[in-house]
């Protein structure tokens, strides 16, 4: 069983060896142009980027929908635009499909997308105010999502992931009632072809999602990643989700940043105490932040692997 | 002259009163309508509200008025503004970019410094309207002195809100930090030049910084902007006029009462159970501290029935409020969501002393 059979066994809860790494090299990711670039630039659907926090993350800081009261005349941009390379096609045909998994990205999926159209306080309020509105516009970025995710269907992706950050360090940005009834219908619509099809849902949402993580484990998610450690309680992840929806990541950064070897071997052994039993737990950081000392990265991986044999 | 200002006097010098006073903000048609025993008529609504107070309150922060359903204006910094009956909100910002709000900030900054506020003409008309006020309120307890950290003037006065201030944060500091400077000094400027303890003796911080479960920012981000200084300055300035102080956030504010504490406030508004604020925590933790609300109103005064509304506002009382430094209303504000019933079973409750 090779590490890629081993990561397909752990999310499908079906008896892996060890507990997958998140530094093993299943994922060959790639991303259609057009809908998202590490640049200063205006993306097709009218929202300007510009870099900044140390030149790694791009902030939508130009939103095209400034207005609640345009808000039923926005249209999506065609998705059908979105550029498949001529690099894009050769990466994946060289690519040895029993050694690794091909996962389209769409970055910005829905929530995320949203806001960064109409910008983060008229989204918020939009729900209250314009509820008929947002539900339409709601659903034609969902549409977006799914036609995209259909092209990558066509390409033969494994996996399908996106960025769809739902949670600040302590709770939903949005009720969780909200949530069900704005945003978990157009999950359903996103992800149909892709779940029927077979294929893998990796879902990213940073901050706390603990309060609807089993609604995400209901609509068919295969896994869901970082599950922050300072802003969920695990625990009711775990439970919640066990034997449906596969967990990746969940090593708090903060201690691989600022703690000692021990530290981090303590806390590794600590979240394998939590996420390993009943299978479905990729060990990996619970964000991407640079300038982790390598010794504590070392210890992380090393522990992993001593501690996380099934 | 009803003697709703002693209770509050005494309630805030730490002594029990007669009964525990009852100190809200009436956003209500039912409930305001009940207690001023007249209906909104279009014509002199605001007395209909100050009625209400008179009759059904010892205190209150605000008075507020019913506005036209949909109306929308356009306010002095350009943005279109609609109004539901007990509330109004933008719906089309006129400064949209960060350098929209750049220029604006710069502008305000230079106004500021120019003509410091408030002008004679201002203090003596805010003096006039405080103590006509006083005279229509005939006893009732009211706050006059309502100043406003920086933060919360920049996110919900000059209304750039949290986005924005998160982008010019990171972006353009020392602009943000000259603005709050000067919002400061010329918030200190108001409450020395308008404040004055003839009434119930109260200030009030006005200064949301928090959502449900947690601070807007973390402490690291309101020690950078200066925040508790800022609360603390208003604490000496208030105080020097005689004034106790109460700092008021929605929101959960738990993880900085001590801070605030720290900074001199004397009490707290309007404590949002449904945000997390444990009142009853915090008096242990604080019991010097002046609590003004508490009464859960997203769900118990909503939801609950009349019953349960009385238990609590008695455990409230007995718990909280038995030496006193308990104003005791709603953990925001009576809104059009509370049924009459529940609010007069909350009033029967505080009568029985």
């Not at chain 1, 999310?11 to 997958?20: D, G, L």
């Not at chain 1, 806001?115 to 516009?137: K, Q, V």
């Not at chain 1, 450690?229 to 940043?257: E, P, Y």
């Not at chain 2, 603390?232 to 005689?242: L, P, T, V, Y």
Request: glycine fraction near 8%; hydrophobic fraction near 40%; charge should be negative.
């Amino acid at each position: 069983m090779n590490a890629r059979d081993n990561f397909l066994a752990a999310i499908r809860f079906q008896s892996p060896r060890y507990v997958p790494l998140g530094n093993e090299p299943i994922y060959l990711s790639f991303q259609f142009e057009g809908n998202f670039r590490m640049a200063n630039w205006m993306d097709h659907w009218g929202v300007r980027w510009e870099v900044g926090l140390a030149d790694t993350v791009p902030f939508p800081k130009g939103n095209p929908l400034p207005s609640l009261d345009q808000l039923a005349d926005f249209c999506t941009p065609d998705p059908n635009a979105l550029v498949f390379t001529p690099e894009m096609r050769e990466a994946l045909k060289n690519t040895d499909r029993g050694e690794r998994l091909i996962k389209g990205e769409l970055i910005y999926l829905l929530f995320e997308r949203a806001w960064a159209i109409m910008g983060m306080e008229n989204f918020l309020m939009a729900f209250a105010t314009h509820p008929a509105e947002m539900h339409a516009f709601l659903h034609q970025i969902a549409h977006y999502a799914r036609v995209v995710f259909d092209r990558y269907l066509e390409l033969d992706v494994d996996a399908i992931g996106f960025s769809e950050d739902l949670g600040s360090q302590r709770a939903l940005m949005i009720s969780p009632a909200m949530f069900r009834e704005f945003i978990l219908p157009e999950y359903v619509y996103c992800f149909e072809n892709v779940l029927r099809a077979g294929k893998i849902v990796h879902f990213h949402s940073c901050g706390c999602v603990h309060a609807v993580a089993k609604d995400l484990a209901d609509i068919g998610v295969t896994i869901l990643n970082p599950i922050q450690a300072r802003a969920n309680n695990l625990d009711r992840i775990k439970r919640d989700t066990v034997g449906r929806m596969a967990l990746h990541g969940g090593i708090d950064t903060a201690i691989l940043a600022n703690g000692t070897p021990d530290d981090v071997r303590t806390e590794v052994m600590r979240m394998l105490d939590i996420l390993k039993p009943g299978g479905g737990y990729i060990c990996a950081p619970d964000q991407e932040i640079p300038g982790i000392p390598d010794k504590n990265l070392r210890m992380l991986w090393k522990t992993a692997r001593e501690c996380g044999r099934y | 002259m009803k003697n709703s200002t002693l209770l509050v006097q005494q309630a805030c010098a730490g002594k029990r009163p007669e009964h525990t006073p009852m100190f809200d903000l009436l956003l209500n048609d039912a409930v305001i309508e009940h207690f001023a025993g007249r209906p909104f008529d279009g014509i002199d609504d605001e007395e209909t509200s100050i009625c209400a107070l008179r009759n059904g309150l010892d205190g209150s922060r605000h008075i507020a008025v019913p506005d036209i359903d949909g109306r929308t204006w356009t306010d002095d910094q350009g943005n279109t503004r609609v109004a539901a009956r007990w509330t109004n909100w933008i719906q089309q910002h006129a400064l949209v970019t960060a350098e929209d709000w750049t220029h604006w900030i710069t502008a305000d900054i230079e106004r500021i410094e120019a003509q410091p506020w408030p002008t004679d003409a201002e203090k003596a008309q805010t003096l006039a309207k405080q103590q006509r006020l006083i005279e229509r309120l005939a006893g009732t307890a009211y706050i006059h002195c309502t100043p406003s950290t920086a933060i919360n003037d920049m996110l919900f006065g000059k209304m750039i809100g949290l986005q924005m201030f998160s982008y010019l944060w990171a972006d353009d500091r020392e602009l943000i930090l000259r603005w709050m400077r000067a919002i400061e000094g010329s918030q200190r400027r108001y409450i020395e030049q308008t404040a004055h303890a003839e009434t119930a003796g109260l200030a009030m911080i006005y200064s949301d910084v928090a959502f449900k479960q947690h601070p807007m920012f973390s402490k690291r981000t309101f020690n950078a902007f200066g925040f508790f200084d800022d609360v603390a300055s208003i604490c000496d300035a208030c105080h020097r006029k005689g004034l106790q102080v109460i700092f008021h956030s929605d929101g959960d504010i738990t993880t900085i009462v001590d801070d605030l504490v720290a900074a001199g406030i004397d009490g707290l508004n309007p404590l949002e159970k449904a945000a997390g604020v444990d009142v009853y925590a915090l008096h242990k933790a604080h019991p010097q501290l002046i609590l003004v609300g508490g009464v859960d109103v997203t769900h118990l005064l909503r939801e609950g029935t009349p019953e349960e509304v009385g238990k609590e506002t008695r455990r409230m009382i007995n718990e909280l409020g038995s030496e006193g430094r308990l104003l005791i209303g709603s953990s925001t504000e009576v809104s059009e969501l509370v049924p009459l019933r529940n609010y007069l079973a909350f009033q029967d409750e505080v009568m029985r002393g």
